[in-house]
């Protein structure tokens, strides 16, 4: 076996062990959300609000309607949460507002959050 046959090989399983792994963090995260078990806010506006993440996507029109119902999902489950720190009926009416904006059919109503009011009130 030649060393072209050798590092194939060795690039090909290298590229398998990225795709499983990649794999079984999706399944994970679609595990932990069907078995019921809350996400932190932290996990929540990671999932959310990563550099080209769902609300980007969302915003900018690139996002399926699965995406889109992940979006609402991971809102949803922060306005189901308990604030971090901070007033708990502000917290309440915030997110339910944020609910609210990401349910409307008008993607450009994400531009509206608040985000910085939320992290200084609540981080």
Request: glycine letters at 6%; hydrophobic letters at 40%.
């Amino acid at each position: 076996m030649g060393i072209r046959n050798v590092c194939a090989s060795v690039l090909t399983l290298a590229a398998l062990c990225l795709f499983l792994s990649g794999n079984a963090e999706a399944q994970k995260d679609q595990t932990d959300q069907k078995d019921g078990k809350e996400l932190t806010v932290k996990e929540i506006m990671l999932k959310a609000h990563a550099k080209d993440g769902l609300r980007v996507k969302v915003m900018n029109g690139k996002a399926s309607n699965d995406e889109k119902k992940a979006l609402i999902d991971l809102y949803t489950a922060l306005a189901a949460s308990k604030s971090p720190k901070g007033d708990e009926a502000d917290w309440k009416a915030r997110t339910k507002k944020v609910v609210e904006l990401v349910k409307s059919s008008d993607p450009a109503d994400l531009k509206k959050i608040d985000c910085a009011g939320c992290h200084k009130a609540f981080k």
